[in-house]
């Protein structure tokens, strides 16, 4: 009843968010990304796709859901903010970004400072509070990761550290976030039906719970989430990314709970912070790198590494991981390329093993005579001379160069 009577007033809070000129700078930020993954889809297809906006529309959707669910959870938990602590986490997480791109992450920020603080007394902050706003915002990532974080998967090839050549996906997502945190400023909400057990809120300030009218509070952030999908398609990946980093925020939320009272607990959280995200990196790495993967060359055919929407092969019926036998009546293979096939047919009849019982399927489909792709990406065969080298470090000045290149 708590949640049902203020959702009002979240949801008024959080439309304030469309107001400030930091979201709509965010918004910026996360379009300018999407156009750096829709460059780097269209240059391996060949094609101009114009998936810019639509990408954009769907993160901001996403996280405009997301940013509801993560401030029902905040209200739900009794998390309050005064200010300081983002003051402190941001520009720690700026720095941190110099080092990595991925250390621009509360997960690391948030440690250092709740460790500073058990060690040396600074910054002044509240340990609980802090650790569990990170916490929170995983637990939306990783639901945004579930639903949406295999959407608009960018195809590639890998060099593995072991010098193997493989086909899979870069998984990137990012969402602007508006959410509504609680604090003794905003605009007031109901607490007559408030829950009898508020966990967080009673460490928040010196009054607790009965002592403070407590208010709505909007806040832009933003959420990221980059994997890589090798051994498993970008949708199974996604679902076991969300699986690791669900149980790495409840782990994390739990003992935010056990240091408002206990010095151990805070350091025990105050080190899963940061490492325990980086164990999810870890083994979401790992469980790429050491399984078999899925896009590499067959003995007989060619496998499909990714396959564009409504070109001749998809509307055929052709999908990611198939392997295709012939088109047009002619074998195919690693060694003759496919668009050969389209020197004067428009027509396109397609003999394919698909899905992961390689099932014998044939389509057909007409080709229009102002398209002269057939629409997909072959498996590497070992010879290409453009993909990621996975065993290779990115610095953070590399990357800023790419961004000015566009």
Known sequence: MFLINNLWQIMASLANVFTEWVFWLVVGLVALQYRHMAAARDS????????????????????????????????????????????????????LMLINPRFLCFAYAGGILTLANLIFGFPSLNIAQVLALVAVLHMVESVLILVSGHLGAVPAYFRTPDGRLVGGFNLQKIWPIPIAVLSIAGNPISFDSMPGWWPLLKTSFSGGPGYLAYGLIPVVACLGYGDLAISHNPNQKSRLSALYLGIYSVILLFLSFLSQDMRTAAFIAALFSPLGHELVIFLGKELELKGKPLY???????????????????????RSGDVILTINGRE??????????????????????????????????????NQEILGFIPAPDGFEKAYLDLGAKRTFGQLLKKLVRG
């Open 44 to 95: 391996l297809f060949g094609v101009v796709t114009k998936r810019v906006w639509p990408d954009i529309l769907t993160a901001m959707a996403y996280g405009i859901i997301g940013g509801l669910v993560g401030s029902m959870l905040i209200v739900t938990v009794g998390l309050s903010l005064n200010g300081s602590s983002l003051l402190y986490l941001w520009p720690i997480a700026v720095l």
């Open 296 to 318: 590499v060359p067959t003995d007989q055919g060619l496998r499909v590494l990714d396959v564009l929407v409504d070109t001749p092969v998809w509307r055929a019926g052709v």
């Open 332 to 369: 195919v293979s690693s060694e003759t390329p496919p668009g050969m096939f389209l020197t004067e047919e428009r027509y396109c009849e397609v003999e394919f093993l698909h899905g992961q019982d390689q099932i014998f399927k044939r389509g057909t489909a007409t080709v229009p005579e």
